[in-house]
């Protein structure tokens, strides 16, 4: 009965425009436990000040991954007193031995960052700056550790990139592109196994991500607009706001908002990360939730990876 009203909405919606397919979609989806789409992990934290998660599968198995690239994000805030007092947040990769790959550190207190490598089995700073932005009582924070190869690895703390300077490389040894500093740890990416973070001082934690996926904090789920805001400063696009290279995702995996009302998110987003499964990496397209973004009853099946041209994410060709 469903899918048939689906497919009744997506007809209407030919002849009378984008917002009736889009109303009853989100009148009836069901929204799903967190703002994410296809994430391996994605879970609540209770004000935690530690939290630690195994992978569980051998980094190195691309027939598992499909790509190296895979994100660990952590959301939280500053509750309960001055940050800059005493609260840190570290963060780091280790292998299953507990060797560390990659580790990141940053001060409230003095307003820093350092990046932290394995050298010759010593912790070594490989990077440190300041932050651009002061942790202040009462404000939210965003970490991600994006791999994109066992030696490319970037830091994104609050949409500041915690490294600079780039290197020009050759794509399939034929074109040449620009790409991050080579991470020069003992140990790469790919014998990883187990992300780790823990906060001081009024730094908690109050949720935690893994995978392929495409994700925004939950305060954010009520406007589209923000959303996209949100994700473009994270982005790899180089316009100005994107952090370029050191971005978490390519400039074309974004949000959709509503044409009309851009407040509400386009019932079906077509531009969304390919995740493990994809066949082909190329990216999604899902029916989610209007309101907030959600991926429809939480559930992979309603989306398919468009990888045809012309594209096969358009309202005609659905077949769901």
């Known amino acids: 009965w469903y899918q048939r009203r689906v497919r009744e909405a997506v ?11 889009c109303v009853f979609i989100g ?15 994605d879970v609540e934290l209770d004000n935690v000040q530690e939290y630690t998660y195994d992978i569980g ?30 609260s840190t947040i570290e963060a780091g990769y280790y292998t299953a031995e507990g060797d560390l790959v990659y580790k990141t550190k940053i001060d409230c207190s003095a307003n820093t960052w350092k990046a932290i490598v394995s050298s010759d089995g010593e912790e070594s700073v490989f990077l440190e700056g300041d932050l651009e932005t ?20 970037s830091w994104v703390f609050t949409g500041q990139p915690l490294q600079f300077d780039e290197r020009t490389t050759l794509f399939l040894e034929r074109k040449e592109r620009q790409r991050g500093l080579r991470v020069p740890t003992d140990h790469g ?14 730094a908690v934690l109050t949720r935690f991500a893994f995978g392929k996926c495409f994700i925004w904090p939950e305060e954010l789920s009520s406007n589209c607009t923000e959303v996209a805001q949100w994700v473009f400063l994270r982005g790899k696009s180089g316009e100005a706001g994107g952090l370029g290279v050191f971005g978490t995702n ?21 531009k969304l990360h ?11 397209c899902c029916c989610v939730d209007m309101k907030t973004g959600k991926l ?14 012309p594209a096969i994410c358009s309202v005609s060709n659905l077949r769901w």
Not at 250 to 270: D, H, M, R, S
């Open 274 to 284: 390919p995740d493990r499964d994809s066949k082909h990496g190329a990216s999604y």
């Open 189 to 202: 990416a790919d014998t990883a196994s187990q992300f780790r973070i823990k906060t001081t001082g009024s």
């Open 27 to 41: 009148l009836l989806a069901l929204a799903g436990p967190t703002s994410a789409i296809l994430c391996d992990s």
């Open 134 to 153: 002061a942790c202040a009582e009462g404000d939210v924070f965003d970490l991600f550790l994006k791999i994109h190869q066992p030696h490319l690895m």
């Open 250 to 270: 390519n400039g074309g995996i974004t949000v959709e908002c509503a044409p009309t009302k851009p407040q509400y998110f386009n019932w079906l987003q077509k």
């Open 296 to 309: 429809h009853e939480n559930d992979k099946k309603w989306c398919m990876e468009d990888y045809l041209k």
């Open 57 to 86: 599968h051998d980094a190195a198995d691309l027939d598992y991954w499909r790509t190296y690239q895979n994100s660990f994000i952590a959301f939280g805030e500053y509750n309960g007193g001055d940050p800059t007092v005493d």
């Open 11 to 21: 007809v209407s919606t030919q002849s009378t425009g984008d917002m009736l397919a």
